[in-house]
């Protein structure tokens, strides 16, 4: 069943910190299936965009290292999303399709004050959709960006990006912020295929806006590894808490997977700090000890354990001698002294 999630991505190492299962309309208006499912009753229905918002919202306030925010279409199409997160103090950089409409750089809504119909802004005279304005940019536009080693080569494509502001119902008038529109156009193909929004910092580079805008793939690839390798698409059940403790086993199952592989060269140790080894309680003993079988209050222990050592017993039973036979001249022997001699020659 699909689900929602937010990951910290603390470079290189990244972590999921948040998973929620998605709980469609009819499921939620269906008393008959939540009982059976055991679905909370404060669980109502939400769309993805806003459980992803609730998650964000719950890492700020638990003081999680705040970044950028990495959003495919599904998500940053999402206008109200977008100016939450804005809201939150956020940075993002959304994937969004072309028919998103923005202002281009010197455009101005003519709508003044007024706020918008029904319709939106798509009234607005200078008002265009992101594929339109990439058709109309020059061929010198376009640069070719190289963003990460393939398997087998480099990847790279041609990339523009222009300052917009973006044309939604929910940005007041009076708001010039205005944003990075990124675009990619592979060679050969016969219009631009990507689009994204972003609210980085304007000295940014074209490089590094790439960079930032082509690490989803890294969060889909820990995806995998999650359902895959760990087992998180594993579960088999049919009830809406034991999915969940499914997946914060898995998530922490993944965690420590990859605090122990920041400690493999060539990352070396200096990642595994960020989750020191917890401190061993007072009197823990390990398993297999002789001290960890006795009770866990001292004056009820009557008797010692018991040890697994062979070796630990120094003294032999006494054994009576043997006689010495009266047809044999050879002197009796000494079985204990016997047992000695053969134990320590």
């Not at 279409?73 to 809201?87: C, E, F, K, Q, V």
């Not at 480099?154 to 119902?169: A, E, I, M, N, P």
């Amino acid at each position: 069943m699909p689900g929602c999630g937010i990951a910290v991505d603390c470079q290189p190492p990244r972590l999921p910190v948040a998973y929620r299962l998605y709980l469609p309309k009819d499921w939620a208006e269906d008393g008959e299936r939540r009982r059976k499912a055991g679905v909370p009753e404060e669980i109502g229905f939400k769309t993805k965009p806003e459980i992803a918002l609730e998650q964000l919202r719950s890492a700020c306030r638990a003081g999680l290292p705040r970044g950028t925010v990495l959003m495919d279409p599904a998500y940053g199409n999402d206008a109200r999303l977008r100016s939450a997160i804005t809201a939150l103090g956020l940075t993002y950089v959304a994937g969004i399709q072309s028919n998103t409409l923005v202002w281009p750089a010197g455009a101005e809504p003519t709508r003044g004050d007024r706020p918008p119909t029904k319709k939106g802004r798509r009234d607005e005279p200078d008002l265009i959709s992101a594929k339109q304005l990439a058709l109309g940019l020059p061929k010198g536009a376009w640069r070719k960006v190289k963003w990460r080693e393939g398997s087998a080569d480099w990847l790279f494509s041609r990339f523009t990006r222009v300052r917009v502001r973006v044309g939604h119902r929910h940005r007041l008038a009076q708001d010039r912020t205005q944003e990075w529109l990124l675009i990619e156009w592979p060679e050969g193909q016969e219009a631009p295929t990507k689009y994204w929004l972003s609210t980085l910092p304007e000295e940014i580079s074209r490089r590094r806006l790439v960079d930032l805008a082509k690490r989803r793939w890294r969060i889909e690839r820990d995806y995998q590894d999650l359902k895959q390798e760990v087992g998180l698409g594993h579960y088999e059940g049919r009830r809406w808490r034991g999915f969940h403790h499914h997946a914060t086993l898995c998530i922490a199952a993944y965690g420590f997977l990859i605090s122990e592989r920041e400690t493999i060269p060539p990352s070396g140790p200096g990642s595994t700090a960020l989750v020191p080894a917890p401190a061993l309680p007072y009197r823990y003993r390990p398993r297999g000890s002789a001290l960890a079988a006795r009770a866990s209050h001292p004056e009820l222990d009557c008797d010692h354990a018991q040890t697994i050592d062979r070796c630990a017993r120094v003294e032999l039973a006494a054994m009576s001698l043997l006689r010495n036979s009266p047809y044999s001249e050879s002197p009796p022997y000494d079985a204990v002294g016997l047992g000695r001699e053969l134990i320590n020659p």
